[in-house]
């Protein structure tokens, strides 16, 4: 697949030349995991086509932080990449991607050179802030049917409006809690006609 270079056309001609330039693209298949916790970072990724899922492990349980949506980086790899620290997150592939990878020997020279290429990253801080103040709204204020319902909705419209192919225990690590505690409640949702379920496929069927 050819990427797209208007993808970046928020960033000076310049800049975006030398990018291409000095940046691999790579196709990844879904389901590769593309960066563990405590790996040395060595690119930055920016998502041109696909899905990237970014989490974190507690005790053998994950904990879902954010997706990389296309035109999207991952701030947590930024951040270790100028710091020279080992990566605190793992990120895998949801859907087959196209990912444009960045040597992170480039990025001071960059930044320092070219601040437009900031705001990539102060956006990107601004959105996982906003996403991570809506998610402590949901765990005070929501029950787990709309919390579960709301984590369905947004990867379905992640997703093209396809159907979901998850299995329970994946959605209850992305959610930190327990298989039982999703199979009940979707069941509930299906009984309330908010969702679907067929062939380990769900579906979303009416708004809340």
Same mark, same amino acid.
């Given at each position: 697949m050819n990427p797209d270079k208007n993808i970046l056309s928020f960033l000076k001609p310049e800049l975006v030349e030398k990018i291409w330039e000095q940046s691999a693209v790579q196709e990844i298949p879904k389901g590769t995991e593309i960066l563990r916790e405590e790996q040395s970072v060595k690119v #930055? %990724?920016?998502? #041109?086509? *696909?899905?990237? /899922?970014? =989490?974190? @492990?507690? +005790? &053998? /349980? &994950? !904990?879902?932080l954010y997706y990389i949506e296309p035109a999207q980086s991952c701030v947590m790899t930024f951040y270790a990449a100028l710091k020279n620290t080992p990566s605190k997150v793992f990120a895998s592939t949801e859907e087959d991607s196209t990912v444009l990878?960045? %040597?992170? *020997? #480039? !990025?001071p020279d960059w930044l320092k050179e070219y601040p437009d290429f900031n705001e990539l990253f102060y956006n990107q801080f601004n959105l996982r802030y906003s996403e991570l103040l809506d998610t402590i709204g949901h765990l005070l204020l929501d029950k787990m +049917? /709309? @919390? !579960? =319902?709301d984590h369905l909705h947004k990867k379905w419209e992640l997703t093209g409006g396809n159907g979901i192919k998850m299995s329970h225990s994946q959605i209850a690590n992305e959610l930190g809690t327990a298989r039982e505690v999703v199979t009940r409640v979707l069941k509930k949702l299906e009984m309330d006609g908010k969702v679907s379920q067929n062939s380990g496929e769900i579906k979303i069927i009416t708004s809340w």
């Open positions: #930055l %990724p920016i998502v #041109l086509n *696909g899905l990237v /899922k970014v =989490y974190s @492990r507690f +005790d &053998e /349980k &994950e !904990l879902l990878l960045i %040597p992170v *020997g #480039l !990025l +049917d /709309k @919390r !579960l =319902y």
